[in-house]
């Protein structure tokens, strides 16, 4: 199994800067795929941002293209989110996620290990 556990969130105003860390354990050597996905209230779970842990592809949402920069440190087992230009719409509570399969993946069902959570709030 794999555990993953978020870190970074916060309360920013709009137009500011996060970065969300995610530490993987455990049966790392398995991971293929690291993700952030998004949940507001009420809302579906929707993904983020995807990155290869091996050749480093990534692949973005359009909601934050040009704003939000996924990377991965392998020899620490740990993805980051870096989040620009924060907006009101991008208040969430954001879940890092491990896939096993190759391939980048944008779907929920692609992923099988999941964090806690971490909140972002962006004030206007």
């Known amino acids: 199994q794999v555990q993953l556990v978020e870190s970074g969130g916060g309360l920013v105003q709009a137009g500011g800067s996060l970065r969300l860390s995610c530490a993987a354990s455990?049966?790392?050597?398995?991971?293929?795929?690291m993700g952030w996905f998004r949940q507001a209230p009420g809302k579906e779970r929707d993904f983020v941002a995807a990155i290869d842990w091996d050749g480093g592809n990534t692949v973005y949402a359009d909601s934050v293209k040009g704003r939000f920069t996924i990377s991965r440190d392998n020899a620490k087992n740990t993805v980051y989110l870096q989040m620009n230009s924060l907006k009101p719409e991008d208040t969430a509570v954001y879940y890092c996620?491990?896939?096993?399969?190759?391939?980048?993946?944008?779907?929920?069902?692609?992923?099988?290990?999941w964090g806690q959570g971490t909140q972002v709030t962006v004030s206007s």
């Open positions: 455990g049966r790392t050597f398995s991971i293929n795929v």
């Open positions: 996620a491990a896939r096993i399969g190759y391939g980048l993946a944008f779907k929920v069902a692609d992923f099988g290990s």
